[in-house]
């Protein structure tokens, strides 16, 4: 099956990350067409999977858009739909990975006459998105996609309440491949090192840094914890949160948790730096769609305390594989934190026994399997 795969982004976010294992089993015979260059790109390159960079300038909507503002970008959107109109030409479908992507994808599929599929990374509510931006993309999938991929049953579940046709969607979780997640011993102990870590309990947080990631209830946690409780944040803020970043350096400041936080920007060494941690923590205030940080938390073999809302509660069973906390609750997120400090036993065993299950659930060649299935059951 030859697919146009069509992404917004330059930088490399989680549905960016699930794009690329995703495209893996198709980079004979696929393109992945980009709205802007940069970093994605390049790992596209490395990953030997066709990328080319079909925007000529700047898409300005953002989630949080107007319908004005939204509508005066759709000339910009012009030339770019018709090169994707061009392209898709010689594929058999396009698939759209982002809402952007969806609305050109969209318009593409019906002047191209290829079948459209959306892959949805998001939880398509107001907490998110402008009413404006739900509506054009509900409408938009039920009117013009065959197929809607929901990230999770919570992003289904979004999608559905805002109007989605239930007809079309079901739910691929992301797929990982488990070898990229083992780690070696040797590079963890020199990596720890490096970062000044010996003899400290480490807490690791890793996303992009943005309110709604919620890394303000970490370093808030940090008070209610032992001295040599230490976290690190590992991303960057990839869509120009500089005032977050500023807020969270006076927080440290404030709460004088200078020795105990470090910021580490974006890394590509994330199994790695996993390694180093005792305590994976994910703190999102809003729901999260999926959450590729937990399994992956899961994978390198670490215990994973997660905010209890969205995609987190369908990927942990507390107890079992990892801990729930309410989100944007730092005291209950510090319970968590001193109960696996002082229960180390306890929190390795849930720890290993999270590992078994997702490198099951979540193995890259099931998902591989799931997405093909659907894609013949749904074009052929
Ligand atoms: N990530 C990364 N480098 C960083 C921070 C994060 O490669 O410095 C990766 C992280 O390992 C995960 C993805 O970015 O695979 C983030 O995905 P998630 O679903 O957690 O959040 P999203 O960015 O999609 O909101």
Same mark, same amino acid.
């Given at each position: 099956m030859k697919i146009l795969?069509?992404?917004? =982004?330059?930088k490399p976010g989680g549905a960016e990350l699930c794009l690329i294992d995703i495209a893996k089993p198709y980079r004979d015979s696929c393109?992945?067409?980009?709205f802007v260059d940069g970093a994605f790109r390049q790992l596209l390159e490395q990953n030997q999977i066709p990328v080319e960079v079909l925007a000529t300038e700047a898409i300005k909507v953002r989630k949080e858009s107007s319908f004005t503002q939204s509508l005066s970008s759709v000339t910009a959107l012009l030339p770019l739909i018709a090169k994707v109109v061009q392209k898709a030409r010689q594929y058999d479908l396009i698939y759209a990975n982002t809402q952007k992507a969806l609305v050109v994808?969209?318009?593409?599929?019906f002047? =191209? $006459?290829r079948p459209l599929v959306y892959h949805l990374h998001d939880i398509l509510s107001t907490d998110h998105f402008s009413p404006t931006n739900l509506k054009v993309a509900?409408?938009?999938a039920n009117r013009f996609a065959s197929l809607v991929i929901a990230n999770s049953k919570a992003s289904q579940a979004a999608f559905l309440e805002a109007g989605g046709r239930s007809d079309i969607i079901d739910v691929v979780y992301n797929g990982f491949d488990p070898q990229v997640y083992q780690i070696d011993r040797t590079n963890v102990s020199q990596l720890k090192t490096q970062l000044e870590l010996e003899g400290k309990f480490v807490v690791g947080h890793f996303s992009r840094l943005s309110p709604w990631k919620g890394q303000h209830i970490l370093i808030e946690a940090l008070t209610h914890c032992q001295k040599n409780v230490t976290a690190i944040f590992v991303g960057d803020a990839l869509f120009g949160?500089?005032?977050?970043? $500023?807020?969270l350096h006076k927080q440290v400041t404030e709460l004088v948790l200078e020795d105990r936080v470090k910021f580490l920007g974006f890394r590509s060494d994330i199994p790695q730096l996993m390694g180093v941690c005792d305590l994976v923590a994910?703190?999102?205030t809003a729901p999260e769609p999926f959450g590729?940080?937990?399994v992956e938390a899961m994978l390198c073999g670490k215990p994973i305390v997660a905010a209890q809302s969205g995609g987190a509660i369908e990927l942990i069973e507390p107890g079992i594989n990892g801990f729930l906390v309410p989100p944007g609750k730092p005291d209950l997120l510090a319970e968590v934190i001193n109960t696996c400090y002082d229960r180390p036993e306890y929190t390795i065993a849930i720890a290993k026994s999270a590992c078994e299950i997702a490198t099951q659930r979540f193995h890259q060649t099931n998902i591989d399997r799931q997405i093909a299935d659907l894609l013949s059951r749904t074009f052929t």
């Open positions: 795969f069509l992404d917004q =982004s330059g393109l992945v067409g980009l994808g969209a318009l593409a599929s002047l =191209s $006459r509900v409408t938009l949160e500089q005032d977050y970043v $500023r807020q994910h703190t999102s590729r940080v937990i």
